[in-house]
């Protein structure tokens, strides 16, 4: 599927394979609202304090797209503000979220 993004252009749903588990964290709700969560990342600010921002530069029709993310990571005493771009796929059926960052201090980096 292709969608067209702000200055119009056609952008294909990112393919993204599966990341390796680094660090997970056991949540009891059910599964379809950890995925709703998951999925709407420009409120990620309102669970996540550290983040500073989130907001997308286009979607895809999966409801990913090319996504900006801003926050403040702890390094010791010091709270170091970060930014990034990711890559972001959705799957419903599975259901996941991935990103692959692609620009800022974390490229290279997939996260599910």
Avoid: C
């Amino acid at each position: 599927m292709t969608a067209v993004t702000s200055n119009n252009t056609l952008q294909n749903n990112y393919k993204l394979g599966p990341p390796p588990t680094v660090d997970e964290a056991i949540v009891r709700a059910p599964v379809s609202r950890i995925f709703e969560i998951a999925r709407e990342v420009e409120n990620w600010p309102a669970f996540l304090p550290h983040y500073r921002f989130v907001r997308f530069r286009h979607r895809t029709p999966d409801g990913g797209g090319l996504v900006e993310m801003a926050a403040n990571r702890p390094f010791g005493v010091f709270s170091w503000p970060t930014w990034w771009l990711s890559e972001m796929a959705v799957d419903p059926d599975a259901p996941w979220v991935r990103f692959r960052h692609v620009g800022g201090v974390t490229t290279r980096m997939d996260v599910e």
